[in-house]
């Protein structure tokens, strides 16, 4: 599966991601695959983020506030999650939509 940053780079409106971790557990869990779109995302929207401090690192996160361009996000559990708290602000490079495996179905915004 090709990276999310290297779709979006190839300009492509779409792209699939493997999510790895249980920060994003329950709406989704390790192993689940799903699909991105380009995008700002708003508040409470499930997002593709980068961070400088973590240059190559795609994220998926949970955008809770804008701060200047940049996006504090939290994973939904905070015990198994590296996130804003202890990295700053997110670039959201994009939103996720739709989960393909196993459930296929809409990730919700909260």
Do not use: C, N, Y
């Not at 380009?38 to 506030?65: I, M, Y």
């Not at 361009?69 to 994973?75: A, K, P, S």
């Amino acid at each position: 599966m090709i990276s999310a940053m290297q779709v979006f780079r190839r300009w492509s409106p779409v792209a699939l991601v493997a999510v790895r971790g249980a920060s994003m557990s329950p709406a989704l869990a390790p192993g689940d695959v799903v699909v991105a779109t380009r995008g700002r995302g708003r508040a409470g929207a499930v997002v593709l983020v980068t961070w400088d401090a973590r240059p190559g690192q795609l994220s998926v996160k949970r955008a809770v506030r804008p701060v200047g361009r940049l996006w504090h996000v939290e994973g939904d559990f905070a015990g198994a999650s590296t996130d804003s708290r202890e990295l700053g602000p997110a670039r959201v490079r994009g939103v996720v939509r739709w989960r393909l495996r196993p459930r296929p179905g809409r990730v919700r915004r909260t």
